[in-house]
């Protein structure tokens, strides 16, 4: 009966996420004329700069949203019930509206004659720096690192509190010997869940980055645009093989017990 | 278990047979279904299309899908109905024709993707004069061309011509008195520059302006172009596609590249904008229509094309898509020149919208580059060879990847990495330490016969 009732799904995960992967593979493994060859994989030494500037402006994304996301996420878990309501109404509020268009609308504002310059009457240039990439990943995937850790506070029995303040500590050591590491799970899903998108993104890096740097996201698109499919596939095995070798690390350090959604 | 698999087999030669039957009278059966379609008014004609780019009836504009429709009707006496839909980029349109099942009638691809799809022979090839009356009405420019040479499979819709674009209040005259590509490379303007993302245009800006053949198969050449964007790039705001719009109309940019038709559109919004075409020699495109090799329906798609070059359509679509029209019903019709009048641009010696589209030919603005590389065509692009089509994507990016990096990222990065594993390491420390502690404890408690 329940073999019945996963058959769909099992059905959906195969089309669409088993044999697409499978394909990526075959790609990533063949010339354009359909041969074996390892020629895509070590064509990608040439990319190595863009895989590291990738990772770096993703890995400093992440780091920020952490440090504005964790404060916040505390704060919406120790407000009252009503107030939390709005508080993760307001955090999803944005995310009603398109990601690509928050993205151009950011650069509307940003930009050289954008808003921001006009109404202040100055000239700062910022979209078409690596700050203003790092600002959309921050402003575009901060949510995704505020929610699981929310979540994650929410969940500790509220008794912790008053058995850590009971056993002598101060808001100080409550905080970072009983609620930091009670949310690790949180965070750590919060991490995946920022840094994998920033790795990958592409339209962030294009509009805010003003076209003068390409991150790996971007070098794929224009792979597959152009039609240069097999290194494109390429990289993008890679990609997935890099992130599940970092997701595994990240995973020893949650304890594996308490990984929440990853791998 | 014998019987069954007799049975099937019986089966299994019946559908052969039914199958075969089916594919021997392939034609009437064709016809038969044509008929039952007929009646049934669902006769469709697919036509693949740019997006925004026809007349579709907004703005009280003509609804030239719909007139075709009509005008079909009371032609033949039967209903076909346009099943329109739009890509965003030739390729996307070539990777949907190549790869998948899907049947189009019609399709508007730009010249260097013509040349290609002929090449792979997945164009229907026709007698375009003979089958197509309003073909007389196209400019003899346009017939004959490189893609096309003997007019056998396309026939154009519209062209445009690519130039520099500025911003008068911001760029000096005397800069742009020469009419130059070299505008893009003039440090004075650094920052406020921007160029194409695409590699194809970026490229030829470069070999445009030094005289290189854009569609050379040297690598030298290629390197040469290449080393003059590495140049370019400290002074440049960035490299876009379509936020060149806004950039322009804001005054965020000064200069910028790009296609006279849109040009004409940002004009519009910021009237300090101005246009030359460069004399060093420009790309322009051509986007022709053409019939599938497996088009279902390819007399009425002849039918459409010509209907599309007829008075009434080819006006409304002109006027819908703002670029230059190589029909001369639309060219020369009165009318017409009045509304591309009504564009608020006004150049030198008070050029108008019209005499910018249509006074200069794309063969008079690249009389010279042409002459220079030796071949009338020469400054449009033809469809790379793979080989070179690798080698250009690797030197873009080289160019993307030139100064792209900045110290205080690595500096940063070093520092979140290096405190993320300090406090990995401090923390498996304090565990391990602990777990001794208590270990320790308990055997000492253990030792004194206490229950643990």
């Given at each position: ?57 993703s890995?400093?994304a ?6 504005i ?13 009503k ?30 004659g ?5 109404l202040l009457?100055t ?40 058995a850590?303040q ?10 970072t ?44 698109e ?19 093989i890099?992130?599940l070798?970092?997701l595994?690390?990240?995973n ?12 | ?21 089916g594919?021997?009278?392939d ?9 039952q ?58 990777s ?14 730009s ?40 007019n ?49 245009d970026?490229?030829?800006?470069a ?10 198969t ?8 290449l ?9 440049l705001?960035?490299?876009?596609n ?6 322009m ?10 296609f ?31 019939i ?41 019709n ?39 590389i030796?071949?009338?065509n ?18 873009w990016e080289?160019?993307?990847i ?14 979140i ?7 990995a ?5 304090i ?11 308990d ?10």
């Amino acid at each position: 009966m329940n073999s019945i009732a996963a058959a769909p799904h099992v059905f959906w995960a195969i089309l669409f996420i088993v044999l697409p992967l499978f394909i990526v593979v075959y790609y990533a493994f063949v010339d354009s004329s359909g041969n074996f060859s390892f020629e895509n994989i070590t064509a990608l030494k040439d990319y190595a700069p863009i895989f590291g500037l990738s990772v770096e402006l993703s890995v400093i994304a992440t780091a920020v949203c952490l440090i504005i996301g964790y404060p916040l996420a505390y704060i919406m878990a120790r407000a009252k019930p009503k107030n939390q309501k709005l508080f993760v109404m307001l955090l999803m509020l944005p995310m009603w509206t398109n990601l690509l268009i928050r993205t151009y609308s950011i650069m509307a504002i940003l930009d050289d004659g954008g808003f921001l310059n006009t109404l202040l009457n100055t000239s700062f240039h910022i979209v078409g720096t690596k700050g203003a990439v790092i600002f959309g990943m921050v402003y575009d995937f901060l949510p995704y690192m505020v929610l699981p850790i929310y979540t994650c506070i929410s969940k500790i029995d509220k008794h912790m509190w008053e058995a850590a303040q009971d056993l002598g500590c101060n808001t100080v050591t409550t905080l970072t010997k009983v609620i930091l590491p009670l949310s690790m799970s949180g965070i750590i899903s919060g991490v995946t869940m920022v840094l994998v998108p920033s790795i990958s993104t592409f339209y962030i890096s294009q509009k805010l980055g003003g076209g003068t740097f390409e991150l790996i996201g971007d070098t794929i698109e224009r792979q597959f645009v152009t039609g240069a499919l097999n290194v494109g596939a390429a990289i993008s095995l890679v990609m997935m093989i890099l992130i599940l070798i970092s997701l595994t690390v990240m995973n020893r350090f949650g304890n594996g017990d308490e990984g929440g959604i990853i791998v | 278990m014998k019987r069954l698999l007799l049975l099937l087999s019986v089966l299994a030669a019946l559908i052969l047979t039914l199958g075969s039957c089916g594919n021997a009278d392939d034609e009437p059966l064709d016809t038969d279904a044509q008929t039952q379609q007929i009646q049934n008014g669902t006769v469709t004609l697919n036509v693949y299309n740019w997006g925004e780019y026809i007349s579709d009836g907004s703005f009280d504009s003509l609804n030239t899908n719909k007139a075709f429709e009509e005008y079909f009707y009371e032609k033949y006496g039967y209903k076909v109905t346009v099943n329109y839909t739009t890509y965003a980029t030739n390729e996307d349109m070539y990777s949907k024709l190549k790869n998948s099942s899907v049947v189009y009638d019609i399709v508007i691809p730009s010249d260097y993707m013509i040349q290609k799809m002929i090449e792979e022979d997945m164009l229907l090839s026709f007698d375009v004069e003979k089958d197509i009356p309003n073909y007389t009405y196209i400019d003899s420019e346009f017939k004959n061309t490189y893609y096309d040479p003997n007019n056998a499979y396309s026939v154009p819709y519209t062209y445009c011509m690519m130039g520099v674009i500025y911003n008068t209040a911001l760029v000096d005259e005397a800069d742009v008195k020469d009419k130059s590509w070299g505008l893009l490379w003039n440090e004075k303007y650094k920052g406020n520059i921007l160029q194409f993302n695409n590699p194809r245009d970026a490229f030829a800006t470069a070999m445009y302006w030094k005289g290189l053949d854009v569609n050379s198969t040297e690598n030298e050449d290629w390197d040469k172009a290449l080393e003059l964007l590495v140049e370019q790039k400290p002074i440049l705001q960035g490299y876009v596609n379509d936020e060149i719009f806004n950039k322009m109309t804001s005054e965020s940019a000064a200069i910028a590249p790009y296609f006279v038709g849109d040009f004409l559109i940002m004009a519009e919004e910021e009237e300090n904008l101005a246009f030359y075409y460069p004399t060093e020699g420009v790309n322009y495109f051509v986007d022709a229509m053409c019939i599938p090799k497996n088009a279902a329906q390819p007399e009425i798609a002849k039918e459409y094309i010509n209907f599309m070059l007829s008075e009434e359509a080819a006006i409304a679509n002109a006027i819908y898509i703002g670029y230059a029209s190589p029909n001369t019903l639309v060219s020369q019709n009165e009318e017409y020149i009045a509304v591309m009048n009504e564009y608020s641009y006004e150049g030198e010696d008070g050029e108008t919208a019209y005499e910018l589209l249509y006074n200069r030919k794309p063969s008079e603005v690249n009389a010279k580059y042409n002459a220079l590389i030796g071949n009338d065509n020469a400054s449009c692009y033809q469809s790379f060879n793979p080989d070179i089509q690798s080698r250009v994507n690797t030197l873009w990016e080289n160019l993307k990847i030139a100064d792209s990096t900045e110290p205080w990222i690595h500096v940063t990065c070093v520092v979140i990495v290096g405190s993320v594993i300090a406090l990995a390491i401090y923390s498996t420390y304090i565990k391990k330490k602990r777990s001794r502690d208590y270990r320790l404890r308990d055997r000492a408690k253990k030792q004194r016969g206490c229950r643990i």
